[in-house]
């Protein structure tokens, strides 16, 4: 089973920043989009930004547009989520993924994110 390891996870203040990476085998990140979702406790796991390597677009929630950057760095096949000004509601498990846009198929193990 291909496995995406992130990293980048931990407890911050609110106003915060942190980065995530996810590395991936090559052969899955070069797959049409790659992912971060989160999912907080007793919450429902949700699309946070997503880039889709054949339109060059990435998108993001309405919720972090303005906050988080996501980006690729193809020579080290990782995925990066900057994060900045991170406030309570970001509290939660954060996972890389990667696959068809429409069709997530190899994820990682999650990293936990923290504000208080």
């Known amino acids: 089973h291909v496995q995406l390891v992130e990293s980048g996870g931990g407890s911050v203040p609110t106003g915060g920043s942190l980065k995530l990476s996810c590395t991936a085998p090559?052969?899955?990140?070069?797959?049409?989009?790659m992912a971060w979702f989160r999912q907080a406790p007793g919450q429902e796991r949700e699309l946070v930004a997503s880039?889709?390597?054949?339109?060059?677009?990435?998108t993001y929630d309405d919720s972090v547009r303005a906050r988080f950057t996501i980006s690729l760095d193809n020579a080290k096949t990782t995925v990066y989520l900057q994060m900045e000004s991170l406030q309570p509601e970001d509290t939660a498990v954060y996972y890389c993924?990667?696959?068809?846009?429409?069709?997530?198929?190899?994820w990682g193990q999650g990293t936990q994110v923290t504000v208080s």
């Open positions: 090559a052969y899955a990140y070069f797959t049409a989009c």
């Open positions: 880039i889709d390597r054949d339109l060059r677009d990435k």
């Open positions: 993924a990667a696959g068809p846009c429409d069709e997530y198929r190899e």
